[in-house]
Nanobody, 126 residues
Framework: QVQLVESGGGLVQPGGSLKLSCRAS????????VAWFRQAPGKEREGVSC???????NVLDSVEGRFTITRDDAKNTVYLEMNDLRLEDTATYYC????????????????????WGQGTQVTVSS
């Protein structure tokens, strides 16, 4: 079965850290750009960060300097390391994969991405 599986979410206090994982099952991530999106209750899905096949990244302004996306193709996994978490980072985080080769990746829209997983919940609360 071709899918992405997200993990690593949890409950953390403001200022804390989490590292999310997005593991591909049934296909190789080598040929895909991968993006993280998030959705908070009552809000639209929002692009957080993405990484191309060769490691070029794009990041949402509000998380720049706090969140870092990386990939380990040997483990078929993309990571999102989140530091200095804030209340407004609370959301369900999803990853998607784009198999069309591009110079850069986008977080402006999720329509280019497929194989979405079930998401992992991140709750920032004191």
């Amino acid at each position: 079965q071709v899918q992405l599986v997200e993990s690593g979410g949890g409950l953390v206090q403001p200022g804390g850290s989490l590292k999310l994982s997005c593991r591909a099952s049934g296909f190789s991530l080598d040929y895909y750009a991968v993006a993280w999106f998030r959705q908070a209750p009552g809000k639209e899905r929002e692009g957080v960060s993405c990484i191309t096949r060769d490691g070029r990244t794009n990041v949402l302004d509000s998380v720049e300097g706090r969140f870092t996306i990386t990939r380990d193709d040997a483990k078929n996994t993309v990571y999102l390391e989140m530091n200095d978490l804030r209340l407004e980072d609370t959301a369900t985080y999803y990853c998607g994969a784009d198999g069309v080769e591009k110079v850069s990746c986008t977080i402006a829209t999720d329509v280019l991405y497929d194989h979405w997983g079930q998401g992992t919940q991140v709750t920032v609360s004191s």
